[in-house]
């Protein structure tokens, strides 16, 4: 890969992450002197492609301070790619260390930045650790919109199973369309993950799966000392039922008043 790109205007970095469909690098931006996140397409194809556009083209106009903002979807030659604001952070679980306090703020700030997505009628699908970051002064931002598509969409750009298997909800395994209590549930396995000092399930990917399709886990208090209204939480964002599960209002409602 060359190191500039667009007549020399991106100077590429460093890597920050790899997907399946895309490398994101930190770039120096020379038309705007400063240094962006900038996602490259890694294979040309007409599928891949369209998914890439899709991805930028879903979330341009979203502007939150939750959200990671994208800022322009460019070609060089047959290499496409798409700037978006660089993230100077840490993921979620290494910044809330085992602190409550500072869970309860994380997840506050990451339930409105999903409340955002989802009024938009978007479905993340991939909330995990290394999508959620958190900056140095406590501002949650939700990244990479790889796995998005329309909120309870039938016809899906997808007709197999997405996301990461560990925060995935059981609705998803199905491979059909999805709502917006697949990213509360995903939610509820970050929670879990903090409290609990693991995942709700485990084992292989398959494993886990079917795991959750047949049980919801012990609440996060079988394995560790946790806070009651914690407990509680988490244990309704992994309801196997979606219609059980709590959304942003009640999510912040429950963090704000709960016993300490």
Not at 100 to 120: F, K, N, S, T
Not at 159 to 166: K, N
Not at 181 to 198: K, M, S, T
């Amino acid at each position: 890969m060359p190191r500039k790109l667009v007549e020399g205007r991106f100077e590429l970095i460093r890597v920050l992450g790899e997907g399946g469909m895309g490398v994101v690098y930190a770039a120096r931006d020379a038309e705007r002197g400063e240094v962006v996140a900038l996602k490259l397409l890694r294979r040309i194809g007409g599928e891949e492609l369209f998914r890439f556009k899709h991805e930028f083209r879903a979330l341009q106009d979203l502007r939150h301070p939750n959200l990671v903002t994208l800022r322009e979807l460019l070609a060089d030659g047959e290499t496409w790619l798409y700037t978006m604001d660089l993230v100077d952070g840490v993921d979620l679980l290494t910044w809330v260390d085992g602190d409550p306090e500072r869970l309860r703020a994380a997840v506050i700030q990451l339930a409105a930045g999903l409340d955002a997505l989802h009024g938009a009628g978007k479905i993340h699908r991939d909330i995990k650790p290394s999508n959620v970051l958190v900056t140095r002064d406590g501002r949650v931002v939700l990244v990479d919109f790889g796995l998005v598509t329309e909120r309870d969409r039938g016809d899906s750009l997808d007709e197999h199973i997405v996301g990461t298997a560990a925060y995935m909800a059981p609705e998803q395994t199905r491979a059909g369309p999805v709502g917006a209590a697949a990213d509360w549930y995903a939610v509820g396995c970050l929670l879990y993950e903090v409290l609990a000092g693991r995942l709700p399930f485990e084992g292989t990917a398959i494993d886990v799966l079917m795991q959750k399709l047949q049980d919801e886990p012990p609440p996060p208090s079988t394995w560790r000392i946790v806070a009651a209204d914690l407990d509680a939480l988490c244990v309704d964002l992994l309801r196997t039922d979606p219609a059980r599960r709590p959304a942003a209002a009640e999510i912040v409602r429950r963090l704000g008043g709960g016993a300490r």
